[in-house]
């Protein structure tokens, strides 16, 4: 399997059935073409169960945002945060005082009880790739390094497939598009921001397990935290947290290449 913009070059005019085949044939013969591999079964069921945990956040965010909403129109603010929300409803539909209509109590009960079935949807799913992550060894070494949780553990497991595809571990930085990108010419070399190619959902995982170890890297004083605390001074908060997840994508090849765990002398 090739990507389809690693084709697209070989199309020599217009785009056609006939047009498609040639240039995939050409494309399939170059000496340095990379492929997709293919995902085993425990990857894809792994990769499901994130698919359906990112849509019932996506939904129990946006259910959220129109209880803020609706309330915002009988002028009763909530803050911003779905903590708050859980928090502060109950006791909105148990408050005589605030003029709710009946029809508009009934409709914002039922949306309550739609976001607190969300967060139940999502605890179940969270707890099935717990056992799933329990189970699997290498998750289990990815868990070792700090900044990678239950989440960016089992995504990274259901997405790499096979690390040997990867030569390096800067190959699969790269490649969750945490590297810097090109924009190099006439031999002068062009160093831009990162490429955000790849997989969004897990460079997004992987970037905020960076930011929770940049934001308590004041408390530890080992080689690597120091790292962190003086790219922190140097550059900002933002760029230090891509820095540690470009760092653990390269830590969690070299402990899946070599099969072997986390150690702080590593690095």
């Known amino acids: ?43 894809q069921d792994i990769q499901s169960l994130h698919r359906i945990r990112s849509q019932a956040v996506a939904r ?15 002028g009763i603010i909530i803050p911003k945060g779905i903590s708050y929300v859980r928090k502060e409803i109950p006791c909105i539909l148990e408050d005589a005082s605030n003029e709710l209509t009946v029809i508009f109590r009934d409709l914002l009960d039922d949306l309550y009880n739609e976001m607190v079935h969300l967060d139940d949807r999502v605890e179940i799913l969270e707890n099935k790739l717990k056992i799933i992550c329990k189970e699997n060894e290498n998750c289990q070494r990815l868990l070792t390094i700090p900044g990678v949780g239950l989440l960016s553990a089992t995504a990274l497991v259901a997405a790499i497939g096979d690390i040997n595809v990867f030569k390096n571990g800067r190959e ?5 598009g945490l590297v810097p990108r090109q924009h190099s010419t006439g031999g002068k070399p062009t160093l ?13 995982l992987l970037i905020h397990g960076g930011r929770t170890v940049v934001r308590v890297a004041e408390k530890y004083q080992d080689k690597r935290n120091t790292w962190i605390k003086q790219l ?15 760092k653990n994508a390269r830590i969690a090849w070299a402990l899946l290449t070599k099969q072997t765990t986390f150690q702080l002398g590593m690095i």
């Open 172 to 176: 699969l930085a790269a490649w969750l």
């Open 192 to 204: 831009l921001g990162i490429s955000k190619r790849g997989d969004t959902y897990l460079r997004t």
């Open 60 to 74: 129990r965010t946006a259910q959220a945002n129109q209880i803020r909403g609706l309330l915002m129109e009988y």
């Open 232 to 246: 922190d001074t140097r550059r900002g908060k933002n760029i230090t947290a891509v820095a540690v997840a470009n």
């Open 1 to 43: 399997m090739i990507a389809p913009q690693f084709v697209k070059p070989f199309v020599k005019s217009n785009k056609n059935d006939a047009a498609d085949a040639e240039a995939i044939c050409e494309a399939v013969q170059r000496p340095s073409m990379r492929f997709v591999p293919a995902k085993s079964v425990e990857q």
